[in-house]
């Protein structure tokens, strides 16, 4: 199986960076989808990006609210997920949560749903003070 943990989250004032770190272990390889959730007190986890391949199509995609200010990218080992959160508000406050799937066949679109995925680390705390 996969095993995910997540680090880098932390406490950072309003306007600065943090970069989430992402270490896959176990069963997973280059074209395996991995991905970002994030979740905050009494929300609902959503989505927040994604990088993977379709065919031999490489696709990148960001919830609205993170596009332009987020960037996923993957290690030259594949087995890394980094996510730069640059430009941060309070409202990114959450636990985010590093997803690996080794699906086949799934939409794109599909994705975005937190189901889709088979793989979840356990978190780390992202706080943005104003």
């Known amino acids: 199986q996969v095993q995910l943990e997540e680090s880098g989250g932390g406490l950072v004032q309003a306007g600065g960076s943090l970069r989430l770190s992402c270490a896959a272990s176990?069963?997973?390889?280059?074209?395996?989808?991995m991905g970002w959730f994030r979740q905050a007190p009494g929300k609902e986890r959503e989505f927040v990006a994604t990088n993977l391949w379709v065919g031999d199509t490489y696709y990148r995609d960001y919830a609205d609210s993170v596009k332009g200010r987020f960037t996923i990218f993957r290690d030259g080992t594949k087995t890394t997920v980094y996510l730069q959160m640059n430009s941060l508000r309070p409202e990114d406050t959450a636990v985010y949560y590093c997803?690996?799937?080794?699906?086949?066949?799934?939409?794109?679109?599909?994705?975005?749903?937190?189901?889709?995925?088979?793989?979840w680390g356990q978190g780390t705390q992202v706080t943005v003070s104003s």
């Open positions: 176990g069963r997973i390889f280059s074209t395996d989808h």
């Open positions: 997803a690996a799937s080794n699906r086949v066949g799934v939409p794109v679109g599909d994705f975005v749903k937190g189901s889709t995925w088979q793989y």
